[in-house]
């Protein structure tokens, strides 16, 4: 339960009090000051609270953002203040600030007061202002044409009311569901009837945990459609895709319509995407087979290269995380220039969206092709389109890095570090190599990264099956991964060291079950790199919440991408191809369990344990 704590002098025919029991709040009345610092040593430390003054005029929306927003400790409207339980010590220093200058009987002390033109001295405003004094981060949310005040007298309230009843707050309140930013598909086919499903959910009291939990059961039936190979299975599994994608997007609107957020569901919301994703190429590749086409190499080269492109998304992000959060002077290049210039000519936005294949788009794009064609062009133009956007976006990047002057910082290198997913033998290795590494030029760790994933492949792809050269590459890999972290990764391009380290280990398991030419081995290897890959999104939706990389057992337990390769290089040196099969089986067996034990643990534990709640509002994935 939260508690609002009423003050100033109360206005007959006035809502605030209903309004602010209609957002689940226990509303308490103050005489002035005194009587409002009272109230709120009684309210448990454990409770969000609320001071506002009764004068208020404004939205029902604007109180809605300004009080109930779960992801900010502090938050303050014009005439509202709240603090969840963290944030209360701060609020309370602030209450007991103005009550010791002494406030008047209804809260206001005009001596100090510096109110706008028609507002009225407003004690909650007062406290936001000792909040700010005290250096203390106060959430202030856009309110854009929402009306929140606290009139000075009969005329200005008047005008006040004339102001709320020319807006619909319902209609801001739908429009603002939608996400800023977003693909071309998502933005003019889904969105505007979307955010409608999610005004109906929010109505009913379905969260957005239920919706993420349905888009996931939807795909996967989606999955299973297309599994039966047959042409109305492909014609169904496209429709369910597309209906699983529009209860995608509006999990996301009702959460921000409800203003629902959470550490757990930022994590669902995200690893489910992935999961149905991937879950609906392993449908497409069953299918095929049914139809006697083998199409689990590109089944899995699509996910691999999916994969590539996300970890290359994320580690530029943490590598320019810092920068960004100090302006866009730290990070002004002329690329970066001439990327603001586009953006000001409204169409070349579209077509740059349209270009990155989001997921709006490229999910269109499969379920289209799904319904109308074969699996197999389904993967060559998937195959084709991801390659292409991973090109460019990939290369804008490289230049932006190239010509930014911001330096990285620690926290962006150790980011990068995890990122990275080294195992104890690159960690040992490393530790011999530091002094060599801080030698070598600056481009070092992407180029050894580079060369030592092109070794371990290309030996794996250009010798036959069960061959000794795999697993001397596999050892280079080691030393040349090693060597590549030897050093903090701060240089202009190391962002590019995780993906590249992904891209070798995906890419070696790929080719070695395709060398093995047995039946089962390439959807065995596909389930081997869909339990790493769920580890390596773990990693990066655990940094991005604020709660650091996995644990060090784990990554030492699943051995770092390199001791993964290297393993499964001897294995291909050591067993049969049917052996090598089994062991690719029960390897990702092993992984899929520890890690998502773990994983789970881990992100019900943190919601449970009132972890910060997050949304993510970043690229369209």
Request: with cysteine; aromatic share 6%; net charge neutral.
């Amino acid at each position: 339960m939260s508690t609002a704590i009423l003050t100033g002098q109360p206005v007959p025919g006035s809502s605030i009090e209903s309004e602010l029991r209609s957002l689940g709040f226990d509303v308490r009345l103050a005489s002035g000051a005194a009587d409002t610092e009272t109230l709120l040593a009684r309210v448990p430390g454990g409770e969000r609270v609320a001071v506002v003054d009764a004068r208020f005029v404004g939205h029902l929306h604007a109180l809605r953002l300004g009080l109930t927003d779960p992801r900010f400790p502090l938050a303050a409207i014009p005439g509202a203040v709240t603090a969840q339980p963290e944030a209360r010590q701060a609020l309370t220093r602030a209450m007991a600030r103005e009550n010791s200058a002494g406030g008047g009987a209804d809260g206001s002390c005009p001596a100090r007061a510096e109110p706008g033109v028609g507002e009225a001295d407003s004690l909650a405003d007062r406290m936001t202002a000792a909040l700010d004094a005290d250096g203390a981060d106060v959430h202030r949310p856009e309110l854009g044409s929402l009306v929140a005040a606290v009139p000075a007298d009969p005329q200005a309230r008047n005008e006040a009311r004339q102001a709320v009843a020319g807006v619909d707050d319902e209609a801001v309140r739908l429009k603002s569901a939608v996400k800023a930013r977003d693909g071309f598909v998502t933005t003019f086919f889904i969105s505007p009837y979307s955010r409608y499903i999610a005004r109906w959910c929010a109505r009913r009291g379905l969260t957005p945990n239920q919706v993420t939990t349905a888009s996931l059961i939807t795909a996967l039936i989606a999955a299973g459609c297309a599994a039966t190979g047959t042409r109305g299975g492909f014609v169904a599994a496209g429709v369910l895709l597309i209906a699983s994608f529009v209860l995608d997007c509006t999990d996301g609107q009702l959460a921000r319509y409800s203003l629902q957020y959470s550490t757990l569901g930022a994590w669902l919301d995200a690893t489910f995407d992935r999961a149905k994703e991937y879950a609906y190429y392993a449908g497409l590749a069953l299918g095929a087979a049914r139809g006697g086409d083998d199409v689990w190499a590109l089944a899995l080269g699509a996910m691999v290269l999916q994969t590539c492109r996300h970890v290359v998304d994320f580690s530029f992000n943490e590598a320019n995380h810092d920068a960004a959060a100090l302006g866009k002077s730290s990070l002004a290049s002329p690329t970066a220039a001439l990327s603001d210039r586009l953006d000001s000519v409204g169409w070349t936005v579209w077509v740059r969206r349209m270009i990155v294949l989001p997921i709006g788009e490229r999910w269109a794009m499969i379920a289209v092709l799904t319904a109308v064609t074969t699996p197999r062009i389904t993967f060559y133009a998937l195959l084709i389109g991801c390659a292409f956007s991973a090109t460019y976006t990939t290369a804008g990047r490289v230049l932006r890095s190239l010509t930014r002057k911001a330096a990285r910082t620690d926290r962006a290198a150790k980011a990068l570090a995890d990122l990275a997913d080294f195992g104890p033998l690159a960690e040992a290795a490393a530790k011999g190599l530091g002094r060599t590494a801080r030698r070598l030029p600056g481009f070092t760790a992407p180029a050894v990264a580079l060369l030592g994933g092109l070794a371990v492949a290309l030996t794996a792809a250009l010798t036959g099956f069960g061959g000794p050269w795999a697993a001397v590459a596999a050892i280079v890999y080691v030393l040349t991964s090693a060597l590549a972290v030897a050093r903090p990764l701060k240089g202009a391009l190391d962002w590019l060291v995780p993906p590249l380290l992904r891209a070798a280990e995906y890419g070696t398991v790929l080719v070695l079950a395709a060398k093995a030419d047995v039946n089962g081995a390439l959807p065995a290897a596909f389930g081997l790199v869909a339990a790493v890959a769920y580890h390596h999104y773990d990693t990066v939706y655990r940094i991005r919440g604020g709660a650091g990389a996995p644990p060090q057992w784990l990554v030492r337990t699943i051995g770092g991408h390199e001791g993964r390769t290297l393993v499964i290089t001897v294995l291909a040196v050591l067993l049969t191809a049917t052996q090598f099969k089994l062991a690719l089986t029960v390897l990702a067996v092993a992984v899929a369990l520890v890690v998502l034990v773990e994983s789970i643990r881990f992100w019900v534990a943190a919601h449970k344990g009132g972890a910060p709640a997050v949304h993510d509002e970043g690229e369209p994935a």
